[in-house]
């Protein structure tokens, strides 16, 4: 299998080249295996978190925090995501520690990736387009979960 080299506060490591999840997310997958229930069997929920990332890359262009092609392509990668494509990326435990930081990551690092291709980088190039600094600009997970879980419940409400 090859891989690609990224870097947390952990240090470097060994990320599936395949893979649109990153170093962070591998982390979590691996020291929060708790129920083997994965977030991509949730895809209400999925789409529901994109779409607070989506919004925040719209208002923070908006406000002149994000550059339009950087905003364009985390736009288009969360329109593909909410079209269905990925979801298998999503592997956190759906139960983990850090009050949803593992989730609020898995989903930053997978738009990220995405958005880096459509750029024309490679996954992992985060100077480009970066998990926390460009797709989570302006959030926190303790804002950015609690609003994707009212989105979802309001989706599963309506049907």
Same mark, same amino acid.
């Given at each position: 299998?090859? &891989?690609?080299? %990224?870097?947390?506060?952990?240090?470097?490591?060994?990320?599936?080249?395949?893979? @649109? @999840?990153?170093? #962070? &997310?591998?982390?979590?997958?691996?020291?929060?295996?708790? &129920?083997?229930?994965?977030?991509?069997?949730?895809? &209400?929920?999925?789409?529901?978190?994109? #779409?607070?990332?989506?919004?925040?890359?719209?208002?923070?262009?908006?406000?002149?925090?994000?550059?339009?092609?950087?905003?364009?392509?985390?736009?288009?990668?969360?329109?593909?995501?909410?079209?269905?494509?990925?979801?298998? #990326?999503?592997?956190?435990?759906?139960?983990?520690?850090?009050?949803?930081?593992?989730?609020?990551?898995?989903?930053? %690092?997978?738009?990220?990736?995405?958005?880096?291709?459509?750029?024309?980088?490679?996954?992992?190039?985060? #100077? @480009?387009?970066? *998990?926390?600094?460009?797709?989570? =600009?302006?959030?926190?997970?303790?804002?950015?979960? *609690?609003?994707?879980? =009212?989105?979802?419940?309001?989706?599963?409400? %309506?049907?």
């Amino acid at each position: 299998m090859s &891989t690609r080299k %990224e870097h947390d506060l952990l240090g470097d490591r060994d990320v599936p080249a395949d893979a @649109y @999840y990153g170093v #962070q &997310t591998l982390r979590a997958f691996e020291n929060f295996n708790i &129920t083997g229930v994965r977030l991509h069997q949730f895809d &209400t929920f999925i789409n529901a978190f994109v #779409q607070v990332k989506k919004a925040a890359a719209l208002a923070n262009h908006e406000v002149g925090a994000l550059d339009g092609k950087i905003k364009d392509a985390i736009v288009a990668a969360c329109d593909e995501i909410l079209d269905g494509k990925l979801h298998d #990326q999503f592997i956190v435990d759906m139960i983990q520690g850090g009050a949803g930081t593992s989730t609020n990551m898995n989903v930053n %690092e997978v738009i990220a990736n995405r958005a880096l291709e459509i750029l024309g980088h490679q996954k992992g190039e985060y #100077q @480009y387009c970066h *998990p926390n600094n460009h797709v989570n =600009h302006g959030q926190s997970t303790n804002d950015a979960y *609690p609003t994707a879980l =009212h989105v979802a419940l309001d989706a599963y409400i %309506e049907r």
